[in-house]
């Protein structure tokens, strides 16, 4: 004998039958890691969240009304991360602070009108640090034109134009997203940053 082993029909028969589920299991697992990364994708694109920041001098049904919002226009809920106000180029941490600078609040009369109840309202909110659900509005500053607030109301008006915001927020599987620009596309981000000045309310 030669040494050399001898392959029958029946050998060569095996191998290409194994050779072939091999081939079949890797192509499998080729196309299930493919699908997976698709899965997740799909899942992940239907908790999108979208946050959009806007203003505007009249309620829906016409009256003077300056409402400052953010809105969740996405699929999913977002989780806000920090929320920042700026007037320009000077971060504000509080609604009031800002109308003292911008449009002439007097604070300490408007605390004593409050009291006596003759101030129409201002209503605030915050923004970092909360949920907001798919389709959800949040007012964070609010102010209906009244009497007594005339002039700072369309102080606040005119100078709504100079007011920008950067707001960074998650979806529920932790992808974050920065915005600086109300851009339909914001900047992906690992983490939100922490804010020098966080606007608060």
């Given at each position: 004998?030669?040494?050399?082993?001898?392959?029958?029909?029946?050998?060569?028969?095996?191998?290409?039958?194994?050779?072939?589920?091999?081939?079949?299991?890797?192509?499998?697992?080729?196309?299930?890691?493919?699908?997976?990364?698709?899965?997740?994708?799909?899942?992940?694109?239907?908790?999108?969240?979208?946050?959009?920041?806007?203003?505007?001098?009249?309620d829906d049904e016409g009256n003077p009304r300056l409402i400052f919002r953010v809105t969740n226009s996405g699929v999913g809920p977002a989780k806000v991360q920090s929320f920042e106000l700026f007037w320009?180029?000077?971060?504000?941490?509080?609604?009031?602070?800002?109308?003292?600078?911008?449009?002439?609040?007097?604070?300490?009369?408007?605390?004593?009108?409050?009291?006596?109840?003759?101030?129409?309202?201002?209503?605030?909110?915050?923004?970092?640090?909360?949920?907001?659900?798919?389709?959800?509005?949040?007012?964070?500053?609010?102010?209906?034109?009244?009497?007594?607030?005339?002039?700072?109301?369309?102080?606040?008006?005119?100078?709504r134009r100079d007011i920008r915001y950067r707001i960074c927020y998650c979806s529920v599987f932790d992808e974050c997203w920065l915005d600086q620009h109300g851009d339909l596309n914001p900047a992906r981000?690992?983490?939100?940053?922490?804010?020098?000045?966080?606007?608060?309310?």
């Amino acid at each position: 004998m030669s040494g050399i082993p001898h392959f029958s029909r029946k050998d060569w028969l095996e191998y290409a039958v194994t050779a072939l589920l091999l081939l079949i299991s890797v192509l499998s697992l080729w196309v299930a890691v493919g699908t997976e990364d698709a899965n997740r994708r799909m899942v992940a694109a239907a908790y999108w969240p979208f946050i959009k920041v806007d203003d505007g001098n009249a309620d829906d049904e016409g009256n003077p009304r300056l409402i400052f919002r953010v809105t969740n226009s996405g699929v999913g809920p977002a989780k806000v991360q920090s929320f920042e106000l700026f007037w320009k180029g000077r971060a504000y941490p509080r609604s009031y602070t800002l109308m003292k600078d911008c449009c002439g609040l007097d604070l300490a009369r408007y605390r004593e009108d409050v009291f006596r109840h003759r101030a129409t309202p201002i209503v605030d909110d915050f923004v970092a640090g909360r949920v907001i659900r798919a389709g959800e509005t949040v007012n964070f500053l609010d102010i209906k034109l009244g009497p007594d607030n005339e002039k700072m109301w369309d102080a606040l008006d005119a100078a709504r134009r100079d007011i920008r915001y950067r707001i960074c927020y998650c979806s529920v599987f932790d992808e974050c997203w920065l915005d600086q620009h109300g851009d339909l596309n914001p900047a992906r981000v690992a983490t939100c940053p922490v804010p020098k000045v966080m606007y608060v309310n």
